[in-house]
Protein backbone atom coordinates (compact mmCIF):
# COMPACT_ATOMS: atom_id res chain seq x y z
CA UNK A 1 0.00 0.00 0.00
CA UNK A 2 1.43 3.54 -0.90
CA UNK A 3 2.12 6.25 1.67
CA UNK A 4 2.19 3.53 4.27
CA UNK A 5 5.07 3.02 7.03
CA UNK A 6 7.11 0.06 7.69
CA UNK A 7 5.33 0.06 11.11
CA UNK A 8 1.72 0.41 9.91
CA UNK A 9 2.54 -2.60 7.45
CA UNK A 10 3.62 -4.76 10.11
CA UNK A 11 0.63 -4.14 12.25
CA UNK A 12 -1.79 -4.63 9.08
CA UNK A 13 0.07 -8.22 8.44
CA UNK A 14 -0.33 -8.86 12.19
CA UNK A 15 -3.84 -7.97 12.23
CA UNK A 16 -4.00 -10.49 8.94
CA UNK A 17 -2.10 -13.31 10.86
CA UNK A 18 -4.85 -13.29 13.73
CA UNK A 19 -7.16 -13.40 11.65
CA UNK A 20 -6.67 -15.99 10.04
CA UNK A 21 -5.64 -18.18 13.46
CA UNK A 22 -8.96 -17.05 14.60
CA UNK A 23 -10.83 -18.41 11.86
CA UNK A 24 -8.60 -21.62 11.67
CA UNK A 25 -9.39 -22.33 15.55
CA UNK A 26 -13.36 -21.59 15.12
CA UNK A 27 -13.63 -24.13 12.58
CA UNK A 28 -10.89 -26.78 14.40
CA UNK A 29 -13.44 -26.23 17.41
CA UNK A 30 -16.81 -26.29 15.05
CA UNK A 31 -15.67 -29.37 13.58
CA UNK A 32 -15.42 -30.60 17.23
CA UNK A 33 -19.38 -29.85 17.37
CA UNK A 34 -18.58 -26.34 19.21
CA UNK A 35 -21.07 -23.23 18.85
CA UNK A 36 -19.01 -20.25 18.23
CA UNK A 37 -21.22 -17.07 19.52
CA UNK A 38 -18.84 -14.23 19.04
CA UNK A 39 -15.60 -13.27 17.86
CA UNK A 40 -13.24 -10.18 19.00
CA UNK A 41 -15.79 -9.35 22.10
CA UNK A 42 -14.77 -6.02 23.42
CA UNK A 43 -15.51 -6.13 27.30
CA UNK A 44 -14.36 -2.88 28.57
CA UNK A 45 -10.34 -2.42 27.53
CA UNK A 46 -10.01 -6.44 27.37
CA UNK A 47 -11.18 -8.48 24.00
CA UNK A 48 -12.39 -11.95 23.87
CA UNK A 49 -10.97 -14.05 20.75
CA UNK A 50 -13.97 -16.04 20.54
CA UNK A 51 -16.78 -17.04 22.71
CA UNK A 52 -18.10 -20.65 21.95
CA UNK A 53 -20.33 -23.29 23.90
CA UNK A 54 -18.28 -26.79 23.69
CA UNK A 55 -21.31 -29.22 23.61
CA UNK A 56 -22.02 -31.44 26.65
CA UNK A 57 -24.80 -31.73 29.27
CA UNK A 58 -25.54 -29.01 30.20
CA UNK A 59 -22.43 -27.72 27.69
CA UNK A 60 -19.66 -25.10 28.45
CA UNK A 61 -19.56 -21.43 27.69
CA UNK A 62 -15.47 -21.41 26.58
CA UNK A 63 -13.60 -18.13 26.53
CA UNK A 64 -10.84 -19.01 24.03
CA UNK A 65 -7.82 -17.10 23.58
CA UNK A 66 -6.25 -17.54 20.32
CA UNK A 67 -2.44 -17.01 19.79
CA UNK A 68 -1.23 -18.20 16.21
CA UNK A 69 2.13 -17.90 14.59
CA UNK A 70 3.98 -17.75 11.52
CA UNK A 71 7.37 -18.64 12.62
CA UNK A 72 9.04 -20.28 15.63
CA UNK A 73 11.72 -17.44 16.00
CA UNK A 74 9.79 -16.17 18.75
CA UNK A 75 8.53 -18.79 20.78
CA UNK A 76 5.96 -21.33 20.49
CA UNK A 77 2.42 -19.46 20.59
CA UNK A 78 1.65 -20.63 23.92
CA UNK A 79 4.51 -19.02 25.01
CA UNK A 80 3.11 -15.63 24.73
CA UNK A 81 0.39 -16.25 27.24
CA UNK A 82 1.55 -15.04 30.24
CA UNK A 83 -0.08 -14.99 33.69
CA UNK A 84 -1.42 -11.48 33.22
CA UNK A 85 -2.95 -12.31 29.73
CA UNK A 86 -4.88 -15.04 31.83
CA UNK A 87 -6.12 -12.56 34.56
CA UNK A 88 -7.39 -10.22 31.88
CA UNK A 89 -9.41 -13.34 30.19
CA UNK A 90 -10.73 -13.95 33.24
CA UNK A 91 -11.53 -10.22 33.98
CA UNK A 92 -13.38 -10.06 30.48
CA UNK A 93 -14.92 -13.43 31.18
CA UNK A 94 -16.73 -11.71 34.42
CA UNK A 95 -17.53 -8.75 33.19
CA UNK A 96 -19.47 -10.63 30.11
CA UNK A 97 -21.32 -13.05 33.01
CA UNK A 98 -21.87 -9.53 34.89
CA UNK A 99 -23.56 -8.06 31.49
CA UNK A 100 -25.57 -10.79 30.75
CA UNK A 101 -25.65 -10.43 27.39
CA UNK A 102 -23.47 -10.48 24.03
CA UNK A 103 -22.53 -7.32 22.78
CA UNK A 104 -25.13 -7.66 19.84
CA UNK A 105 -27.79 -8.09 22.69
CA UNK A 106 -28.24 -11.81 22.85
CA UNK A 107 -28.62 -13.06 25.88
CA UNK A 108 -25.47 -14.66 27.27
CA UNK A 109 -26.16 -18.24 28.12
CA UNK A 110 -25.76 -18.95 31.44
CA UNK A 111 -23.30 -22.01 31.62
CA UNK A 112 -20.38 -23.45 33.48
CA UNK A 113 -17.64 -21.46 31.96
CA UNK A 114 -13.64 -21.58 31.71
CA UNK A 115 -10.74 -20.25 29.78
CA UNK A 116 -9.09 -21.94 27.18
CA UNK A 117 -6.39 -21.50 24.88
CA UNK A 118 -6.07 -22.58 20.88
CA UNK A 119 -2.34 -22.33 19.78
CA UNK A 120 -2.03 -22.20 15.93
CA UNK A 121 1.50 -22.85 14.37
CA UNK A 122 0.97 -21.73 11.29
CA UNK A 123 3.91 -23.16 9.48
CA UNK A 124 5.34 -25.99 12.06
CA UNK A 125 8.91 -26.75 11.10
CA UNK A 126 8.73 -30.51 11.96
CA UNK A 127 6.52 -33.69 12.83
CA UNK A 128 3.11 -34.35 11.63
CA UNK A 129 1.47 -31.42 9.93
CA UNK A 130 4.61 -29.99 8.79
CA UNK A 131 3.81 -27.28 5.93
CA UNK A 132 0.45 -26.55 7.05
CA UNK A 133 -1.10 -25.28 10.17
CA UNK A 134 -1.15 -27.57 13.72
CA UNK A 135 -3.47 -27.23 16.14
CA UNK A 136 -2.79 -27.50 19.88
CA UNK A 137 -5.78 -26.62 22.50
CA UNK A 138 -5.44 -26.18 26.03
CA UNK A 139 -8.22 -26.18 28.26
CA UNK A 140 -8.89 -24.45 31.66
CA UNK A 141 -6.13 -22.28 31.94
CA UNK A 142 -5.92 -21.69 35.54
CA UNK A 143 -5.59 -17.74 37.13
CA UNK A 144 -2.22 -16.22 38.01
Known sequence: MSGESAGERL?????????RGEALAARYLQGLGWTVLARRVRVGRDEI??????????GTLVVVEVRARTSGR???PEESVDRRKVARLYRAAAGLRTS?????????P???WRVDLVAVDDAPALGPGAGGP?????RALEPG
Open 11 to 19: ARIRRAGGE
Open 49 to 58: DLLAVEPGIP
Open 74 to 76: FGS
Open 100 to 108: GSLPDGRAL
Open 110 to 112: RLP
Open 134 to 138: EIRHL
